[in-house]
């Protein structure tokens, strides 16, 4: 399977990079970075490993998540490409999920 990232994950990554660089500065803000793209591994190699993500249900695409550093990594899975479609910082509200 192969891994691509959405261009609203993207943009949300970028977002989290600089939030964590204004606030704790450039080595954190890539530490975070680091291990959110390290955690793909883990998805690319056992693509159902993550949970179920509930608050994304009502869309039927079967998304699911893995936490790493304070953020869900969601995913969803078609035909042989995992789709990462948001990172979620776990201190927002879930009902913003489905924006």
């Known amino acids: 399977m192969r891994v691509v990232w ?3 994950a993207s ?3 970028r977002e989290i990079f600089k939030y ?3 606030e704790a500065g450039r080595r954190i803000a890539k530490r975070v ?3 959110v793209f390290n955690a ?4 690319e190699k056992f693509p159902e490993s993550g949970r179920v993500e509930e608050n994304l ?5 079967n998304h699911r998540y893995i936490l790493r550093s304070g953020h ?3 995913y969803k899975i078609k035909s ?3 789709f990462i479609t948001d990172v979620f910082d776990t201190r927002r509200d879930p009902k913003n999920m489905n924006e």
């Open 20 to 22: 964590y660089e204004r």
């Open 33 to 35: 970075i680091s291990r």
């Open 6 to 8: 959405t261009k609203p």
């Open 57 to 61: 249900k009502s869309l039927n695409e």
């Open 72 to 74: 869900k990594i969601i």
């Open 40 to 43: 793909t591994a883990q998805i």
């Open 11 to 13: 943009q949300r990554l």
């Open 80 to 82: 042989n490409t995992i």
